[in-house]
């Protein structure tokens, strides 16, 4: 990672503990923003903490019925 926070697929793969292909999956389906300069891509960091926060889910305690 750099000061601005940029990571390559690789990077963005091993910081969310996925296969750079399930990150380009989640690129081409736009869940997840990129910036390309020249023709490389980059994520921020700041936006993949927020994708994966998105994610999170809360199941009802079954046992509060």
């Given at each position: 990672m750099n000061d601005l926070g940029l990571l390559t697929t690789?990077?963005?793969a091993?910081?969310?503990r996925l296969s750079?292909?399930?990150v380009l999956?989640?690129?081409m389906e736009g869940k997840i923003p990129f910036i390309k300069l020249?023709?490389?891509v980059f994520?921020?960091?700041d936006?993949?903490?927020?994708?994966?926060?998105?994610q999170q889910l809360i199941y009802p305690?079954?046992?509060d019925q």
């Open positions: 690789k990077e963005a091993e910081f969310m750079p292909s399930a999956k989640l690129r020249g023709k490389k994520f921020k960091r936006a993949l903490i927020a994708y994966v926060d998105r305690n079954d046992g």
